[in-house]
């Protein structure tokens, strides 16, 4: 498959209505005795933002990993675009190239240009030309606003510059939704905001998106709705509002009470 036609992120208005993106549904997930996640049920619907916040060690990264099928799960269902899928599936790669995830440390290749980084799928698993695969690149590393960084590498870039070529990347496989693992924690504050503006357009832009994060400003202003989770359950999901005017649960209470004021 050739496909050479610009990367489009507008609101994906033909989605069949009423289906979710993705649908998590009793999910019960181990580490040896360790049980991190507890009936964790959530759907994500198309184009929403789903900001998930909770404490240290609460599942966060849990959830996504098994959203994405980097984990298996114990129990429970996850269907994607209304197909259940699972781990042990042998179209886990076919679907996971469906999900664009970012991690906190970036993750790129590092004997790799920005451009280079960004070409590699398209080309090996899309079957793109290398001349498709850099148009693609330059036109997202222009949306991420680095278009003069395509020929760097990782280690000629600083922390934002790294984590929006990360987004490039996931990006230029063309994801239904995309999965953030606290994508701004490693960074230093002035470079906070520039990987989340670049999250915030792509989300007004009508991403479907699911960003693990302790900015609370940004959740308050991005997210459809958030998510709270404590000890491996959702304790709480709400609109922004609701969440920060009247959270509901004294356990999100105390962590927001915690986090906005320390
Ligand atoms: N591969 C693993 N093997 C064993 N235990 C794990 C593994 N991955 C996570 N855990 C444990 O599962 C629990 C949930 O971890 P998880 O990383 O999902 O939390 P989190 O909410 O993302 O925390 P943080 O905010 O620190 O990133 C923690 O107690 C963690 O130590
Ligand atoms: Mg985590």
């Known amino acids: 498959m050739t496909d050479t036609t610009p990367p489009t992120l507008t609101k994906?208005?033909?989605?069949?209505a009423g289906a979710p993106v993705l649908r998590v549904t009793g999910l019960d997930k181990s580490f040896g005795p360790l049980h991190v996640l507890h009936d964790v049920s959530i759907d994500i619907w198309p184009s929403e933002s789903v900001v998930v916040i909770g404490p240290s060690g609460s599942g966060k990264s849990t959830l996504l990993r098994c959203m994405n099928l980097?984990?298996?799960?114990?129990?429970?269902?996850?269907?994607?675009?209304g197909q259940a899928i699972s781990a042990e599936a042998r179209d886990a790669p076919a679907v996971r190239r469906h999900m664009g995830m970012v991690f906190q440390n970036f993750e790129?290749?590092?004997?790799?240009?920005?451009?280079?980084?960004?070409?590699?799928?398209?080309?090996?698993v899309l079957g793109l030309s290398e001349a498709e695969a850099r148009?693609?690149?330059?036109?997202?590393?222009?949306?991420?606003?680095i278009p003069e960084?395509?020929?760097?590498?990782?280690?000629?870039?600083?922390?934002?510059?790294?984590?929006?070529?990360?987004?490039?990347?996931?990006?230029?496989?063309?994801?239904?939704?995309?999965?953030?693992d606290e994508p701004t924690s490693a960074l230093d504050p002035e470079m906070i905001k520039e990987v989340l503006d670049v999250i915030r357009d792509l989300s007004q832009e009508g991403m479907t998106s699911v960003v693990v994060t302790h900015e609370m400003g940004f959740a308050r202003s991005v997210a459809d709705r958030i998510v709270f989770m404590d000890e491996g359950r959702i304790i709480e999901i709400a609109p922004p509002d609701r969440f920060f005017e009247g959270a509901i649960h004294p356990r999100t209470a105390r962590f927001l009470d915690q986090i906005l004021h320390h």
């Open 12 to 16: 994906p208005e033909t989605t069949a």
């Open 70 to 81: 980097l984990e298996t799960v114990d129990r429970g269902d996850i269907a994607f675009d």
């Open 108 to 124: 790129l290749f590092q004997h790799l240009s920005a451009a280079g980084n960004i070409m590699l799928a398209p080309m090996k």
């Open 135 to 145: 148009d693609r690149a330059h036109a997202l590393l222009e949306k991420v606003r």
């Open 149 to 180: 960084k395509a020929d760097f590498y990782p280690s000629e870039l600083s922390g934002g510059q790294q984590q929006r070529v990360a987004i490039a990347r996931a990006l230029a496989m063309r994801p239904r939704v995309m999965l953030y």
